[in-house]
């Protein structure tokens, strides 16, 4: 075992016990180098990422590769989701050097941590024009041993030009109609037509942008907004994507065609678009929609939930195949033989139509990932339903991929906010009580006395890294949602506290946002970054909640803060609105109001409140805040003065400092919050 037994994160579990003597990233290694006169390997992954796992059994298994790196290095192992501050300064250095990016992530440091040679997967042997992992050893090693004034004018100067990178923030006004609309034309020119989403292969699920475009439809009527966000949905869920046996998403798609995944499942990818589809059936009545957004929740609940009550990062793309080696997607294809033999050949015949399974296969070695293909013919939805069961059956039998057990703060708010709207959207208290669930393991383990967060746990451990701006913003935003859903205003509360944080740790003076607190651990640059990547990015996501807090509470810092922080969606979003649209999004909720829904009752039983506390949180106005509860309740700032209408529940909704007249009538309520 090496220095990584003992640690919380699954990914550096999975190196304890390689030959390299691992260090987790810590003042002592770099001092260790510093003593020792060597430089650094900073190898950075995550635990579902195949290419990780392939370079690890071929390098650092290896006993030969680990003594050459133990001699003449001091090897530091990441995870890049317990450090996303570590993997987000080193890779805006390997992206301005190499022009890509991506994991495993190899770079070479001095002792004061500053880079100097930068790669992602090397190979054993020299392949494709690649060298060998061994040869970039030796070649970095030679280098340090000989030209060491060259490396250190290197490291220096790269950490100069990213010292010069921050962010300028331009007039930091929010953006108007007239970016918005760029946006939306920007989107239109990169759309899919054919097939849905947007650009080429490879195809990530655009959640966020779906959000801003179902967000600016409710908002302005644009069919065309709607248009892309279903089509893109219905693509994507009839796609090999999309589990069609056991619901959720993988990571992405190779093709353009959304056919074949990189089949690791995220939690943040799933609780993303379990939201982004009980979204789109509020605003279509979709029945595709609502079915994917059931069967995604069910998924996470299912197969992501912790004894804890929180929530899995994720599911791995590999698994044993049956013969003994781990081989990705083999938990999830299938041959047109392993059809017959659970189904009988019947009924593998209808499965095979169904589900798009060939004989030649869509995928490797003759096998299928399954679809649901558009086509004319009609099936008998009670057969489907029995075929569908007995192969999730028989599935269930094979060796199922490892999960990542680290449950990360941001992406269990997210997750937190898709269960509790989908829950309350169906009718189904199960997923609201798992979002409750979820939300209290935060409390309990990941805040400290001065509500700081923690950035992950473990079996029950909170780990030692302390949270970024996404934690903070992604949970007050599931706590903002839950708040709305359950009509319990300590969600409210919470969600204050962690924005307070974001105030005064995480903002400057001029308004900008940083992913790190200001008392944080001082790396060469302090990452900064609003452009969304597989998540929503801590900005834009600290904007939406900040807004969200401030409709809730009038609180004057709170909303300016969000405002501010949108100015630099006004300045990317008609540029490069694929990589902004919760900004986007957030700035539709800007621009609609938001809305505040205050909904009393004579007390929270009372049927006709819940009616029409029900049809509140079905309202399509962009980023709506739904405030419920008893009159005279101080539950929420939004029910204040609130007095029941002729002794019966009553909605109040208010927009920009006015109010319409309050109302008991359901219908009334919904034309108030849907145009």
Known sequence: MNRLAGV????????????????????????????????????????????????????????????????????????????????AVYMEAVQAATGQGGWPMTVFLTPDAEP??????????????????????????????????????????????????????????????????????????????QRGGFGGAPKFPPSMAVEFLLRHHARTGAEGALQMARDTCERMARGGIYDQLGGGFARYSVDREWVVPHFEKMLYDNALLCRVYAHLWRATGSDLARRVALETADF???????????????????????????????????TPAQLTEVLGAEDAGLAAQYFGVTEEGTFEHGASVLQLPQQESVFDAARIASVRERLLA???????????????????????????????????????????????????????????????????????????????????????ALASVTG?????????????????????????????????????????????????????????????????????????????????????????????????????????????????????????ARGLHRTALLGTAPGAVVAFGAEGSDEFPLLADRPLVGGAAAAYVCRNFTCDAPTTDPERLRAALNG
């Open 8 to 87: 919380t994160s699954p990914y550096l579990l999975q190196h304890a016990d390689n030959p390299v003597d691992w260090w987790p990233w810590e003042p002592e290694a770099f001092e260790e180098a510093r003593r020792r006169d060597v430089p650094v390997l900073l190898s950075v992954g995550y635990s579902a990422c195949h290419w990780c796992h392939v370079m690890a059994h071929e390098s650092f298994e290896d006993e030969a590769t680990a003594a050459y790196l133990n001699s003449h290095f001091v090897s530091v192992k990441v995870d890049r989701e317990e450090r996303p501050d570590v993997d």
């Open 116 to 193: 100097f040679y930068f790669g992602t997967y090397f190979p054993p042997e020299p392949r494709h024009g690649m060298p060998s992992f061994r040869q970039v050893l030796q070649g970095v090693q030679q280098a340090w041993a000989e030209r060491r004034d060259e490396v250190t004018e290197v490291a220096g100067k790269i950490v100069r030009d990213l010292a010069g990178r921050d962010i300028s923030y331009g007039d930091a006004q929010a953006p108007g109609e007239e970016q918005l609309g760029q946006a939306l034309l920007g989107l239109t020119r990169e759309y899919d037509e």
């Open 300 to 334: 996470m609940v299912r197969e992501l939930r912790t004894a804890e009550g929180g929530f899995a990062s994720a599911l791995d793309a590999d698994s044993d195949d049956g013969t003994g080696r781990h081989v990705e997607g083999a938990y999830y294809v299938w």
């Open 394 to 480: 028989a599935r269930d039998g094979r060796a199922a991929p490892g999960r990542d057990d680290k449950v990360v703060a941001a992406w269990n708010g997210l997750a937190i906010a898709a269960l509790a709207e989908t829950g309350a959207y169906f009718e189904r208290p199960d997923l609201v009580e798992a979002a409750v669930a979820a939300a209290d393991l935060l409390v309990r383990l990941h805040l400290d006395e001065q509500v700081r967060l923690a950035r992950t746990s473990k079996d029950g451990r909170a780990g030692a890294n302390a949270g970024v701006l996404e934690d903070y913003a992604d949970v007050a935003e599931g706590f903002l």
């Open 488 to 608: 319990e205003g300590v969600w409210l509360d919470f969600a204050g506290f962690l924005l307070d944080h974001v105030l005064t740790r995480f903002t400057d003076a001029s308004g900008s946002l940083y992913d790190t607190a200001s008392d944080a651990e001082h790396l060469i640059r302090r990452p900064q970054d609003p452009t969304d990547n597989a998540t929503p990015s801590g900005w834009s996501a600290a904007a939406n909640a900040l807004l969200s807090y401030a409709a809730h509470t009038g609180s004057e810092p709170h909303r300016t803060a969000a405002e501010h922080a949108l100015g630099v969606v006004k300045a990317l979003g008609p540029r490069v609105p694929r990589f902004v649209g919760w900004g986007l999004a957030a700035a539709e909720a800007l621009l609609d109001g938001p809305r505040e829904v205050a909904v009393v009752g004579p007390d929270a039983a009372d049927a006709a």
